[in-house]
Nanobody
Framework: QVQLVQSGGGLVQAGGSLTLACVSS????????VAWYRQAPGSQRDLVAR???????DYADAVKGRFTITRHEAKNTVYLQMNSLKPEDTAAYYC??????????WGQGTQVTVSS
């Protein structure tokens, strides 16, 4: 079993920055896929950014050029650096780990609120 613990959300003004962190209780292998999703009230959970098991990085069009996903394997941590935040980025953010075995794990979620 893997536990993912998130931190770093909060309230920020438009144009500001936040960094989310997701710490795994087990080591994150380079062949695991890691991702961040977000869910606004009344909406589905959407992919924000992902590092695939091949090392490819993908971003949702809405965040390209503003958000950066990284992983620090030695710290078992995945980060989401969010710059130039907009009110429409307001949502609950969830980290996601898909192990090479196919098992999928989610973080507890953290709220990001961007004021205009």
């Amino acid at each position: 079993q893997v536990q993912l613990v998130q931190s770093g959300g909060g309230l920020v003004q438009a144009g500001g920055s936040l960094t989310l962190a997701c710490v795994s209780s087990r080591s994150i292998s380079s062949i695991d896929s890691v991702a961040w999703y977000r869910q606004a009230p009344g909406s589905q959970r959407d992919l924000v950014a992902r590092i695939s098991d091949s090392g490819r990085t993908d971003y949702a069009d809405a965040v390209k050029g503003r958000f950066t996903i990284t992983r620090h394997e030695a710290k078992n941590t995945v980060y989401l650096q969010m710059n130039s935040l907009k009110p429409e980025d307001t949502a609950a953010y969830y980290c996601n780990l898909k192990r090479w075995s196919g098992a999928i794990y989610w973080g507890q979620g953290t709220q990001v609120t961007v004021s205009s």
